[in-house]
């Protein structure tokens, strides 16, 4: 039984160690050899999906945590990526506040909404408050495949949603 | 219309400001937090100097160990097929092996006939001391915005912002953060990296700017000036960072270079010292 239990936490664990280890390694989902303006941010997806399905698995400290990893490793100035994360982080649980059911079609569409407010304070701090250049065209091209390849993840993390629902219900 | 105002009003309040069982902290407190951490690390604080090398030394090390399982799998997987021709690669392995004896025994030679020559010249053993220091790649992640390494070197090497970083003898890019143990590499590609070089029989000089691909541009070329193609390019020294005449690539037709060293493949660097 206790064997059972601690499998189960470890699954409960599973979204916010793959936001950690994302943020953290060396692993990138930056796939210029094979096609050179294939880019997308996964980590945005983990934490609109989380936040608004299951947000007891994706705690916001553990967000703006992953957050400042993330630009430590990628060199942005600190708190950069943890406020694009929040802000995702708050469409998403605005929409669960707004929204009693919700199909794949809402989600992707409120999803855009997300990415759209959070690329936008991205690009205002980076504008305004930072030396670094960022291409407006990669910027545009990691969104556009990123909203492109949502469905596949939400699809992805609902099946691994109802692992954990079974595993509760149990 | 006012109710629907109300609405977004309570859900929108609700969502910054709300913790439950599941949330400990409060999305409005981590967004001012963010902020504020934002504000002193871009305004350069002095304070924050000491904090984020702590952060970034402490960061950098964990994400190594993190990043093992992705470098080492490949590794055993190629392994496992490198089994197959193992009794292969025995015999020809023994085989260099007695071609290496043979040549060691030459060396050998060779240098014992060297110190004798030179003791018979009187002239002295000087050893040149270059200053360079080598550097492994710790943390190598490719992002759609900053191209840039990790280098297992710090101030505590004495590395200082600005110094050129080579591999081989081709410059690849240059130290823009400092930690005591470690340090951030801006590579010739990335998008902020600016680099006065020099080609061509003329001398052609001309800034290359990174432009986030892996082949970077010529920039300030001389007026109706027409690239030929493979025309090696070099530093020209003339911002007093990079010393002149450290090779970078050869010229494309499209004005692009291409490196000699491809930045996606670094594991080794050296950083040279001398000019600082």
């Given at each position: 039984m206790n064997y059972f239990k601690s499998t189960i936490k470890i699954v409960n664990f599973g979204p916010l160690a793959l936001l950690y280890y994302l943020s953290i390694?060396?692993?990138?989902?930056?796939?210029e050899n094979y096609f050179e303006i294939l880019s997308f941010n996964i980590q945005l997806i983990i934490i609109y999906f989380w936040s608004l399905k299951r947000p007891e698995v994706l705690g916001n400290g553990h967000v703006f945590f992953a957050g400042i990893i993330n630009d430590v490793v990628v060199g942005l100035p600190l708190g950069m990526s943890s406020l694009s994360y929040l802000v995702v982080s708050l469409v998403s649980t605005y929409v669960k506040n707004m929204t009693v059911n919700t199909s794949i079609t809402t989600d992707w569409f409120t999803f855009f909404i997300a990415i759209f407010f959070s690329n936008l304070t991205f690009l205002i701090l980076m504008n305004n408050f930072s030396n670094i250049e960022i291409s407006l065209l990669d910027m545009s091209y990691n969104t556009f495949f990123t909203l492109i390849f949502f469905p596949f993840f939400w699809f992805i993390f609902n099946m691994y949603n109802s692992v954990i629902i079974i595993g509760k219900n149990v | 219309m006012s109710s629907s105002r109300d609405d977004f009003g309570i859900a929108f309040r609700s969502a910054l400001l709300q913790r439950g069982a599941a949330q400990k902290f409060s999305l409005f407190s981590l967004i001012t937090i963010a902020i504020i951490i934002f504000f002193l690390d871009s305004f350069d604080f002095k304070f924050m100097k000491p904090i984020r090398s702590l952060i970034n030394d402490g960061i950098y090390r964990a994400s190594l160990v993190a990043s093992s399982p992705s470098r080492y799998i490949p590794e055993i997987t190629g392994n496992v097929s490198e089994l197959f021709s193992l009794k292969k690669e025995n015999e020809k392995l023994k085989k260099e092996l007695e071609i290496y004896k043979q040549k060691e025994l030459n060396v050998k030679y060779l240098t014992n006939q060297n110190r004798n020559l030179k003791k018979i010249l009187e002239s002295e053993d000087t050893i040149l001391e270059e200053n360079i220091v080598i550097s492994k790649v710790l943390i190598d992640k490719n992002s759609p915005y900053l191209n840039s390494i990790i280098i297992n070197r710090g101030s505590k090497a004495g590395i200082l912002k600005g110094m050129p970083v080579m591999d081989k003898d081709y410059l690849v890019g240059r130290i823009v953060e400092t930690n005591f143990l470690s340090s951030r590499v801006l590579l010739?590609?990335?998008?902020n990296s600016r680099v006065p070089v020099t080609f061509g029989k003329e001398g052609v000089q001309a800034i290359l700017k990174?432009?986030?691909?892996t082949r970077p541009i010529l920039e300030?070329?001389?007026?109706e000036y027409i690239i030929e193609e493979d025309i090696e390019v070099f530093t020209s020294g003339k911002d007093g960072i990079f010393y002149a005449g450290a090779p970078i690539g050869t010229t494309t037709i499209e004005g692009e270079v291409k490196l000699?060293?491809?930045?996606?493949?670094?594991s080794f660097v050296k950083i040279d010292l001398s000019n600082f």
């Amino acid at each position: 039984m206790n064997y059972f239990k601690s499998t189960i936490k470890i699954v409960n664990f599973g979204p916010l160690a793959l936001l950690y280890y994302l943020s953290i390694s060396e692993l990138d989902t930056y796939f210029e050899n094979y096609f050179e303006i294939l880019s997308f941010n996964i980590q945005l997806i983990i934490i609109y999906f989380w936040s608004l399905k299951r947000p007891e698995v994706l705690g916001n400290g553990h967000v703006f945590f992953a957050g400042i990893i993330n630009d430590v490793v990628v060199g942005l100035p600190l708190g950069m990526s943890s406020l694009s994360y929040l802000v995702v982080s708050l469409v998403s649980t605005y929409v669960k506040n707004m929204t009693v059911n919700t199909s794949i079609t809402t989600d992707w569409f409120t999803f855009f909404i997300a990415i759209f407010f959070s690329n936008l304070t991205f690009l205002i701090l980076m504008n305004n408050f930072s030396n670094i250049e960022i291409s407006l065209l990669d910027m545009s091209y990691n969104t556009f495949f990123t909203l492109i390849f949502f469905p596949f993840f939400w699809f992805i993390f609902n099946m691994y949603n109802s692992v954990i629902i079974i595993g509760k219900n149990v | 219309m006012s109710s629907s105002r109300d609405d977004f009003g309570i859900a929108f309040r609700s969502a910054l400001l709300q913790r439950g069982a599941a949330q400990k902290f409060s999305l409005f407190s981590l967004i001012t937090i963010a902020i504020i951490i934002f504000f002193l690390d871009s305004f350069d604080f002095k304070f924050m100097k000491p904090i984020r090398s702590l952060i970034n030394d402490g960061i950098y090390r964990a994400s190594l160990v993190a990043s093992s399982p992705s470098r080492y799998i490949p590794e055993i997987t190629g392994n496992v097929s490198e089994l197959f021709s193992l009794k292969k690669e025995n015999e020809k392995l023994k085989k260099e092996l007695e071609i290496y004896k043979q040549k060691e025994l030459n060396v050998k030679y060779l240098t014992n006939q060297n110190r004798n020559l030179k003791k018979i010249l009187e002239s002295e053993d000087t050893i040149l001391e270059e200053n360079i220091v080598i550097s492994k790649v710790l943390i190598d992640k490719n992002s759609p915005y900053l191209n840039s390494i990790i280098i297992n070197r710090g101030s505590k090497a004495g590395i200082l912002k600005g110094m050129p970083v080579m591999d081989k003898d081709y410059l690849v890019g240059r130290i823009v953060e400092t930690n005591f143990l470690s340090s951030r590499v801006l590579l010739l590609n990335d998008l902020n990296s600016r680099v006065p070089v020099t080609f061509g029989k003329e001398g052609v000089q001309a800034i290359l700017k990174g432009n986030g691909s892996t082949r970077p541009i010529l920039e300030y070329l001389p007026d109706e000036y027409i690239i030929e193609e493979d025309i090696e390019v070099f530093t020209s020294g003339k911002d007093g960072i990079f010393y002149a005449g450290a090779p970078i690539g050869t010229t494309t037709i499209e004005g692009e270079v291409k490196l000699f060293s491809e930045p996606g493949q670094l594991s080794f660097v050296k950083i040279d010292l001398s000019n600082f």
